[in-house]
């Protein structure tokens, strides 16, 4: 008999079905033992009357026991209806249990929401805290915002492109994580803090719209709800302005929140906007939480903020960038740029996206010209020899006629947990790692064997603890 997955059974009364899944709750009531069975479709509950050949077998089995059951969708009797339920007007009358896999014991306990419980055994044993209900609703909530986000944009006549993991070192502020070459040895590759160049060099390819669901990689120290990898809504537009990418993403997600979240309320449409420097006087921040109440959980407050300084003062005294060294001055503040005039005056075209207090993404318009990124790295106290070591590439590629362009990246770890009402990001990630990047159910880090370290040339300097 095939399978019936569970959120069907209330179209099959009358019937008998075949349901695999996991015993969720098990009662023994004597003559009677009611047994709940989940799938990832859902709940219902079983029972076994008391001639039943499943007895024996009903009353070894256990919560968290993968099994098949044979069952009669009977009707509840009208007093026993629970319409608020998934289920609610059936009952499962269990003729017949095979035993998949048995369980021992779960060291936590999957059921309820798992707020009780501390994170270490959460996280070391996030197989079973992810079949609670909470954790399958955000991942699958998340999988639900994915596809949203890829068929609206492939609607918009985007396309979705993998950039590679094993790269060279792109400046988004960070510290990079870097894995050694074995065949050449001495010589690193990074992985991505973002898909920054290549999705600019997309652009020069003549793609012109592009995007991707991208992971990222920051060795940061650990700063409170951060995650080592993150991923990244990652967009590219050419022959574009400011506005037109506003406009995109503001559409995006507005018909994004009022399709999937529509218990969710938007504060105020189009997004408000504000200067950095409005932002800094009247909240303090560059991601203002603008809720006129806070205690609302479904009410949404998206505004952009935007003309930042570009460059800011570094403790040696000189200029690094405050945000990215790609990104174009406003264009009346080029000519500042070009002749290195002013430059704490110069203004970037980033925008930074914030909902309630966090932010959410960020992007700018690509300075494309490769004179202007040219003077960017200049500024910055690069020599000329390592401009062209280092971004050689994209000055090479701007000169081929690289339209303008713009993008911007989207945190989708945050922006699920503010849409999830999750206190921190690591609810909406499937493997998350501890605020110290440590993944517990895998142990890693970890060290590796004295092999692999001798075949890619890597000695360990530091005094064994
Ligand atoms: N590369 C930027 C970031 O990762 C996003 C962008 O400018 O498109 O934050």
């Avoid at 995007?211 to 590219?236: H, I, K, S």
């Avoid at 420097?277 to 560059?286: I, L, N, P, V």
Wanted: aromatic share 8%.
């Amino acid at each position: 008999m095939q399978r019936t997955f569970i959120q069907d059974l209330e179209s099959k009364k009358g019937e008998t079905v075949i349901v695999r899944g996991w015993v969720d709750i098990r009662r023994d009531q004597g003559k009677l033992i009611f047994l709940d069975f989940r799938d990832m479709t859902g709940y219902v509950q079983g029972v076994v009357l008391p001639k039943s050949g499943a007895m024996e077998a009903a009353s070894r089995v256990r919560p968290e026991w993968a099994v098949e059951v044979e069952g009669k969708v009977n009707p509840r009797p009208e007093k026993n209806i629970q319409k608020d339920k998934q289920n609610g007007s059936i009952e499962l009358e269990i003729l017949g249990i095979r035993v998949l896999n048995e369980s021992v014991t779960p060291p936590i306990d999957v059921r309820g929401d798992g707020r009780d419980i501390g994170e270490e055994p959460r996280l070391t044993y996030r197989y079973l805290d992810l079949r609670r209900p909470r954790m399958q609703k955000n991942i699958r909530s998340r999988h639900a915002v994915n596809m949203f986000v890829r068929n609206w944009l492939t609607h918009e006549k985007f396309t979705e492109i993998e950039t590679p993991m094993l790269t060279k070192s792109t400046p988004e502020g960070s510290r990079d994580y870097i894995v050694p070459s074995r065949l050449e040895q001495g010589k690193f590759y990074a992985l991505p803090q973002s898909p920054q160049q290549y999705k600019q060099l997309l652009m020069a390819a003549g793609f012109e719209r592009y995007f991707q669901l991208a992971r990222c990689m920051r060795d940061e120290d650990t700063r409170g709800d951060r995650q080592p990898e993150f991923t990244q809504l990652d967009m590219e537009m050419s022959f574009v302005e400011r506005e037109d990418v506003i406009a995109l993403n503001e559409r995006l997600l507005i018909e994004l929140v009022t399709t999937l979240f529509p218990e969710k309320k938007i504060q105020e449409i189009p997004f408000p906007r504000l200067s950095y420097q409005e932002a800094m006087e009247k909240y303090q921040s560059d991601k203002p939480d603008l809720r006129k109440d806070k205690n609302d959980p479904h009410l949404l407050a998206f505004c952009w903020v935007i003309d930042f300084p570009f460059f800011e003062k570094t403790e040696e005294g000189g200029w690094t960038f405050s945000h990215n060294p790609f990104s174009a001055p406003k264009p009346e503040h080029m000519d500042l740029l070009m002749n290195k005039e002013r430059i704490g005056d110069i203004l970037t075209t980033q925008y930074d996206i914030a909902l309630n207090g966090f932010e959410i993404g960020g992007g700018s318009i690509r300075n494309h010209r490769p004179e202007a990124l040219a003077k960017v790295f200049e500024i910055l106290g690069h020599d000329p020899e390592k401009i062209r070591q280092n971004f050689g590439h994209m000055l090479d590629a701007f000169s081929y006629g690289t339209p303008p362009h713009g993008g911007i990246a989207w945190g989708i770890d945050r922006l699920m947990a503010i849409l999830r009402n999750e206190p921190n990001i690591r609810e909406v990630i499937a493997f998350a790692k501890t605020g110290e990047g440590r993944d517990l159910m895998m142990r890693a880090p970890s060290e590796v064997s004295s092999e692999q370290l001798v075949e890619l040339g890597i000695a360990i300097t530091k005094p064994k603890k």
